[in-house]
């Protein structure tokens, strides 16, 4: 008789245990999240919010036609294949009168909050400006949403222009714009969120949600570009999904703002918010803050607001952040802000704080930290991946002879570093050098040793590169793969290398002609190692013979090359190399235009067509060499200077004739002074 399937064990018994008790919590959670909807399903119930400081409203739902609706019109913006802007104006109008009373709760839809950020990428100012009064009342429950905070974070960003524009356009096209209604401008809308968050930005910084919206807000508040590299980490969560519309750039208009006029009262709402965050706040609660996952980018932007403002003094009152984090006037082993700066260190959310403090604290007070607590260990610290970080804040800001000190100090450990391929360290210690002008010799040396003495194999020692046959690689337009990150540090640490003239520089070049064709090739159709070689054919301090040598390798595979997507940034390079070579540019040319039919069908082909202005080759020979010849400078003469525009005989006579007639005036403006003098005697 078969026997009844069991499982034995304590384990498995526990195991089963476990599973019931999580079932039985999840139906009753289930049951209760019914029993409140069935109680009232309208916009005036609400529901507990997670972080049980306040409730949080519950909007409604969308029903099934709504949502159908609302979806069809997402995937139509999505593909964005409208015939004209007309089209889709009206289009947009038209999503506008079936979302008109119910924008909260697309805002909070999960399926539906999509189309409310395309929607605001895409909106008109009037547009923005409606939508922004309809979510005026509800910001405070909305950043601390979900879905809804996603929406509100694009609708500061995308308002943040039109509070400028409205400062310099006149009060009658400003009027004219509210089509008879009550204007409103974006500066008092702005301000109203401000008050709706009034006495609740503690918790906020620390909400999950809330804390990149409440970002978003201080930096346009501030009128700080918001496109800077510096704010990027600080304003976008890496796990946040980027909603965008083909064809249309979300942060076109915020990389061509550096900093944004805003309105003086702007700047009272910012130290409002400083000063309503930090009050209250010991010492303890804020160092605590600066290792909190989600506290700390806030912190460290209230910081760098704080210490980067004009106002003289700031960042020195006995309420101010620094002050509050560092209490002592004279940071020294054995102090609290010793320890406090120590475990910051190698803490990897912490490091990021103190490289704020590194880049803009007070003279004062970064001498005081670098003296005490970072110069004498400073090697170590580069040694360390997290504390690296920090050295290159550093370097930033040291002297020529503190700066001659930390290098020496940081050069035994430049073996390892490369070792490691932690080589972003050195990449600033070298541009720094360069920048202070100090002696970068030793540098070369110790990198040279580093990546073995040998000079046909340094260059691909450092790019970690690998040879690939030249028609293994995409053409025709298609994206290159991804680079591994070891060879973009290694690309990243010779292009700044060859910026600096002298010892560093010759190590990519004699690199470089060491290297026998075919890898040169292949190295042209890697996208790490060709940066190298287009920095190495455009350095100012490259030569004549460097750049005749590495472009008789090319020659031949010119073509071929300009239909890789890779490739053909190395074909524009060669238009620059080229300069002063006599016949080296045609000589390409030609090697373009048997090529023509195969460039015109790729995509980077006829990019690199355009480039070489190769249409005026094949009909106007003779005036595409003038052009050639207007364009041409001497890209390098190994001193790491660029060389002048070969000028023509016609402009070297009008010169000369400028000169002379100046020479002549000047005499006759002495001999006229002299003789009025004679006369008066």
Known sequence: MPKENKRRGRRDEK???????????????????????????????????????????????????????????????????????????????????????????????????????????????????SLFQKFSGHFLNLVQHRFASHCCETLFIKSAPIVTQELTAPLEEQLTEADGEIYVSMENLFLFTINEFDGNMGYLMTDRFASHALRVLLV?????????????????????????????????????????????????????????????????????????????????????????????????????????????????????????????LYDPIGSRLLEVIARFAPGKTFKALYRNLLKDRIGSLAR?????????????????????????????????????????????????????????SDIADVLNDAYGGDTSTRILKMLKFQECKLGDTDRGGNHPPETDPAQLHGSLLGQSMLVVPGPLSALIFDGILALPARI???????????????????????TTQFRRKVINSLLGETGQLATSTVGSHVVDALWIATAGLKHYRERIANELLKNEATMRESFVGRAVWKNWMMDLFRHRKADWIVKAKASERGVGDGTGKMGEAKKSSIELAREKFAATKLRNDATKTVFSDTKRRTQRR
């Open 220 to 344: 346009i508040l501030s009128g700080q570009p918001l496109a800077r590299s510096s704010n990027d980490s600080l304003l976008r969560s890496k796990k946040k999904e980027k909603v965008r519309v083909p064809g249309i750039d979300p942060e076109t208009n915020l990389h061509s703002l550096e900093k944004r006029l805003v309105p003086e009262i702007f700047q009272s709402a910012v130290d409002k918010i400083m000063s309503e965050t930090v009050s209250g706040l010991d010492t303890t609660f804020l160092r605590s803050l600066a290792t909190h996952p989600t506290g700390s980018p806030t912190l460290q932007l209230l910081l760098e607001l704080e210490l980067s403002g004009t106002e003289k003094g700031r960042g020195k009152g006995e309420n101010s952040i620094l002050r509050k984090l560092l209490p002592d006037d004279s940071p020294s082993e054995g102090t609290g802000s010793a320890s406090f700066v120590n475990g910051l």
């Open 520 to 542: 040169l090739l292949a190295m042209a159709e890697n996208q790490a190692a060709s940066r190298v070689l287009q920095a190495s054919l455009t350095s100012p301090a490259s």
């Open 384 to 440: 360390n991946e997290t504390a690296g970080f920090v050295v290159i804040r550093v370097l930033d800001r040291l002297n020529k002879q503190d700066l001659e000190e930390a290098t020496n100090s940081i050069l035994p450990q430049v073996g390892g570093l490369v070792e490691r391929s932690r080589t972003t360290v050195i990449r600033s210690m070298i541009e720094r050098c360069a920048a202070r002008g100090v002696d970068t």
């Open 15 to 129: 195991k089963n245990e476990r599973k019931r008790k999580r079932r039985e919590e999840a139906e009753a959670e289930n049951a209760l999240k019914r029993q409140k909807f069935e109680d009232g399903g309208n916009d005036d119930d609400k529901e507990e919010n997670i972080g049980g400081v306040q409730n949080m409203p519950f909007y409604g739902l969308l029903n099934k036609n709504e949502q159908e609706y609302f979806k069809h019109a997402d995937e139509m913006l999505e593909l964005n294949q409208f015939n004209s802007a007309e089209e889709r104006s009206l289009f947009l109008e038209n999503i506008y009168k079936e979302a008109d009373g119910k924008e909260l709760k697309i805002a909070a839809s999960q399926s539906c909050s999509r189309l409310m950020e395309r929607l605001i990428l895409l909106s008109t100012p009037a547009q923005l400006k």
